[in-house]
């Protein structure tokens, strides 16, 4: 019997990513425009979802980054979606269509691909600082343990499959700060941050 079986699976979506990371050269692309963070799931190694997430700190919001990106991304042939989401200059109006009421500020765009026969969803921020509540978990996550990592992904899961929306960095502190070990806890806290579930 494996005793991580959601933290084993996670790990072959690591892999994938790898793959896809190595094969784009993505990485030395956005080196160009400034700090490349690879954030999320994939830094943190509780990857359910076939996504990854970037956070990239420019000196300032300059609308040529993006315009350079796309005209790279559309040329490289990989990508079936290309989006632009200026969470910068609409920031009021992208925050009201988020749980939290807040968005990023940041110039986002969103990459998809095929690999593997299933569809990658690769996320671009780019930002003039680095957020504190990243750094946050971030610290939280590293010295998370193999069993914190398997509820997580346990709760991920759960979540998905009830169709409930939430910020993976509430599930992170959920198991890890609020030592949430059960589906009760789980809903008790995500309701105490004012989700509905």
């Not at 094969?23 to 190694?45: H, M, P, Q, R, W």
């Not at 749980?99 to 990023?104: G, I, R």
């Not at 998809?112 to 299933?118: A, G, L, V």
């Not at 780019?126 to 590293?142: A, D, W």
Request: glycine share 4%; proline share 1%.
């Amino acid at each position: 019997m494996i005793k991580y079986p959601f933290l084993e699976k996670s790990q072959i979506i690591k892999k994938e990513a790898k793959t896809i990371l190595d094969s784009t050269n993505i990485v030395d692309f956005l080196n160009k425009f400034g700090e490349v963070n690879l954030i999320g799931s994939y830094a943190y190694d509780v990857m359910m979802s076939k996504d990854i997430d970037f956070h990239i700190i420019v000196k300032e919001f300059d609308m040529n980054i993006i315009k350079t990106s796309i005209n790279y991304f559309l040329d490289s042939g990989l990508f079936e979606y290309i989006e632009f989401h200026d969470k910068h200059n609409f920031n009021e109006d992208a925050a009201t269509r988020y749980t939290s009421k807040k968005a990023l500020d940041s110039f986002y765009l969103g990459l998809k691909m095929t690999f593997n026969e299933s569809l990658w969803q690769i996320g671009i921020n780019f930002i003039i600082k680095s957020q504190e509540s990243s750094n946050e978990i971030i610290e939280l996550m590293k010295n998370s343990s193999d069993e914190e990592k398997e509820k997580i992904l346990e709760f991920k899961h759960l979540l998905f499959e009830s169709d409930i929306k939430v910020s993976s960095s509430y599930i992170y502190l959920a198991v890890i700060e609020k030592k949430a070990k059960t589906k009760e806890e789980l809903f008790e806290y995500l309701k105490s941050i004012g989700y509905s579930v």
